[in-house]
């Protein structure tokens, strides 16, 4: 309780940190890069299980295309005038979330329990680059309910790997419109080494505004290894307050890091957990306010490719959550063309 209470409240101290964004000191700009990269992302419960399962968060996946530096001057002074000075790029992604409640066997799960949900998003984001940190503002539009195809999507793949059905999909969430902003910062800091690698620290805060989640989140990743300045961090769907999926060059064309951080969030809105906005489904659940999260993980660089495994241990997320801490693991790739 003392752990995730301290690290949620974490969360609220990265809104409020957020607000000082754009009047950050000027620090030299990351180098021009004439690269675009194409990146896909996958989080599963099961990855990080010797035995398959599906439980609340299940399932996402993305797939993005960043830009060049300064690609589109156009949108560049949105970022400058939030951010201020920094080598601009911007990105699309498509990603896809699945929800599911505990028992996954029974027709009509507990009220107590997650509701099922899918999640169907576009994500148009800005990125400002310098030396020493990466700030990024997005605007997300999707849909919640059958038509992200959530039911489909698992059932389909449980088809082809022989596993049965989810079976209470006819109790998802009903299609509902969701847009959200983000915006966040990472900072780089570095700390030294030890035994001839690199060491570094990466604070960093985000919030998240709209109809389908409203959130302050902070984090700390500390990393150890050599190329730390060709990224900021392993990226990870859900979580904006961290790494990205575009990389630079790294001196040399090789390099990796280890790393381990912390992650708290101040929740106070969620429509996968709180149910639909505008129609009374009778799906949904109490909220934790206060969520904390552990993670740890590898990454590897190989000239222009960024490959990379996190592994995320989650402490509650509703009242009456039952099994422990939710456990997933996330596996990203980063490709530069």
Avoid at 70 to 82: E, L, M
Avoid at 148 to 168: C, K, P, S, V
Avoid at 218 to 247: H, K, M, W, Y
Wanted: glycine share 12%.
């Amino acid at each position: 309780m003392i752990l995730r209470n301290g690290l949620a409240a974490a969360g609220v101290a990265g809104a409020v940190a957020l607000v000082a964004l754009s009047t950050s000191a000027t620090a030299e700009l990351a180098p021009t890069d004439p690269a675009a990269i194409f990146s896909i992302q996958g989080e599963n419960a099961s990855i990080s299980s010797a035995r398959l399962t599906d439980r609340f968060y299940t399932n996402g996946i993305m797939l993005g295309w960043t830009s060049p530096t300064d690609y589109a001057p156009a949108v560049a002074g949105i970022g400058r005038t939030i951010f201020g000075e920094g080598r601009q790029r911007v990105a699309v992604d498509i990603s896809q979330q699945l929800y599911t409640p505990a028992d996954t066997a029974i027709v009509n799960p507990s009220k107590k329990d997650r509701p099922y949900s899918g999640v169907l998003l576009a994500r148009f984001s800005e990125t400002s680059d310098t030396m020493t940190s990466r700030s990024t503002i997005g605007l997300s539009l999707g849909i919640v309910g059958p038509s992200a195809l959530g039911e489909q999507i698992q059932n389909g793949f449980h088809d082809l790997i022989g596993q049965g059905h989810n079976n209470g999909w006819n109790t998802q969430l009903h299609d509902e419109p969701v847009a959200n902003i983000d915006i966040s910062r990472v900072w780089r800091l570095p700390t030294g080494s030890v035994l001839g690698l690199e060491t570094d620290a990466l604070p960093a805060a985000a919030v998240d505004l709209g109809t389908l989640r409203i959130a302050g989140t902070a984090s700390v990743n500390f990393r150890l290894g050599q190329g730390l300045e060709s990224d900021f961090g392993a990226p990870r769907i859900r979580a904006l307050a961290g790494g990205n999926a575009f990389t630079r060059p790294v001196n040399g064309g090789i390099g990796w890091y280890v790393f381990a951080g912390l992650t708290g969030q101040a929740v106070a809105r969620d429509v996968t957990l709180d149910g639909n906005t505008w129609r009374n489904t009778n799906r949904g659940v109490d909220l934790t306010p206060l969520v904390g999260q552990a993670q740890a993980g590898l990454a590897v660089l190989a000239y222009g490719a960024r490959l990379s495994y996190t592994h995320v241990i989650e402490t509650q997320e509703f009242k009456h959550q039952r099994g422990g801490p939710h456990q997933f693991g996330v596996l990203a790739l980063s490709v530069r063309f």
